[in-house]
């Protein structure tokens, strides 16, 4: 199994940065992908970022040239820069595992609160 804990959420103004952080444990030699997704209220969850365990990495669109995925291998802890934060970037930010024998592992989220 693989065990996921985040931190780095908050509140900020439009145009400011965040890091969230994803730590994991556990299980880790047998994980794939790691993603970071999020969820907007009345909204469904959606891939944000990933980095895979061949250093491959893709962000969606809408944050391409803001957010940045990127990780430290010597504390495995992946990690989400989020910088020019706007209003709709708002949401419930979720770090996920997904492992060689098809499974996802899940982090207990993260809220991520842009004011204008």
């Known amino acids: 199994q693989v065990q996921l804990v985040e931190s780095g959420g908050g509140l900020v103004q439009a145009g400011g940065s965040l890091r969230l952080s994803c730590a994991t444990s556990?299980?880790?030699?047998?994980?794939?992908?790691m993603n970071w997704y999020r969820q907007a209220p009345g909204k469904q969850r959606e891939l944000v970022a990933t980095i895979t365990s061949g250093g491959r990495i893709n962000h969606v669109d809408s944050v391409k040239g803001r957010f940045t995925i990127f990780r430290d291998g010597a504390k495995n802890t992946v990690y989400l820069q989020m910088n020019s934060l706007k209003p709709e970037d708002t949401a419930v930010y979720y770090c996920?595992?997904?492992?060689?024998?098809?499974?996802?592992?899940w982090g207990q989220g993260t809220q991520v609160t842009v004011s204008s």
């Open positions: 556990g299980s880790i030699f047998s994980i794939n992908a």
């Open positions: 996920n595992a997904y492992t060689s024998d098809y499974v996802d592992y």
